[in-house]
């Protein structure tokens, strides 16, 4: 089964420093890894993805993902933080054999502080 | 292009009630799944059209159904709503049911609060 994980529930960060939201995944197959972000009171905005290929993916926005195999790890980066950065964020898998449905972790608010 | 729409975005029912929720993709795209959002559970998939055929479903029970029409828009009904079906109910957009390399597009939303 596909599963996944994001540690922190919230990650606080002041404006300008570098920020790290974690996800690890669980999946049978080769994972299909998505970052999305989430506005209050709106849909999912789509960030960036990993599929296959150079592990450091570059997204919207200014943001970059981390894919680790060994660590089963997707972690989003993003090397200045920007108070408008603050939302809720979704790592999401997919793993073709079951779908083209999404596996959610539960979200992680990210904070930024001016 | 126009993004996903939703509509209503909100809408407030009593227990007992029915409901249903209607979604336009993107032109072009065939495949729709449906998610509902929960503080308690966060993100969980209800299930996913293309060409007006279910291809996949999640763990809900019976009283969750949809439907998607020739022009690829989708409904979804929730029959005897129930005070835990209160979410956030959002669509998804893609252009393919194999479509698994790209993301999907998602709409703002429609708000569900049961009484």
């Known amino acids: 089964a596909q599963s996944v994980a994001q540690p922190e529930d919230q990650v606080n960060v002041a404006e300008g420093n570098p920020l790290t939201v974690k996800c690890t995944y669980s999946?049978?197959?080769?994972?299909?890894l998505f970052w999305y972000v989430q506005y209050p009171n709106r849909g999912l905005q789509f960030l960036l993805k990993?599929?296959?290929?150079?592990?450091l993916v570059k997204g919207s926005y200014g943001f970059e993902a981390e894919f680790n195999k060994s660590q089963t790890s997707f972690h989003l980066k993003k090397p200045s933080a920007l108070v408008s950065d603050s939302a809720l964020y979704f790592c999401?898998?997919?793993?073709?054999?079951?779908?083209?449905?999404?596996?959610f972790g539960p979200g992680t608010r990210l904070s930024v502080l001016p | 292009k126009a993004g996903v729409t939703q509509t209503p975005r909100y809408l407030i029912k009593t227990r007992g009630q029915q409901v249903t929720l209607s979604c336009s993709p993107i032109?072009?795209?065939?495949?729709v799944s449906w998610y509902q959002q929960t503080p308690g559970q966060g993100l969980q998939f209800l299930f996913e059209?293309?060409?007006?055929?279910?291809?996949n479903k999640g763990n809900f029970p019976g009283r969750f159904s949809g439907r998607q029409f020739s022009n690829s828009r989708s409904e979804m009904n929730v029959s005897t709503l129930e005070l835990g079906d209160s979410a956030l109910y959002l669509c998804?957009?893609?252009?393919?049911?194999?479509?698994?390399?790209?993301?999907?597009?998602f709409g703002p939303g429609t708000r569900l609060t049961v009484l």
């Open positions: 998804a957009s893609g252009r393919s049911s194999t479509d698994t390399y790209n993301e999907q597009f």
């Open positions: 999946v049978s197959g080769n994972p299909y």
């Open positions: 990993y599929i296959t290929g150079d592990n």
């Open positions: 999401a898998v997919r793993d073709p054999d079951y779908g083209q449905n999404f596996v």
């Open positions: 032109s072009g795209h065939r495949s």
């Open positions: 059209y293309f060409s007006e055929t279910q291809r």
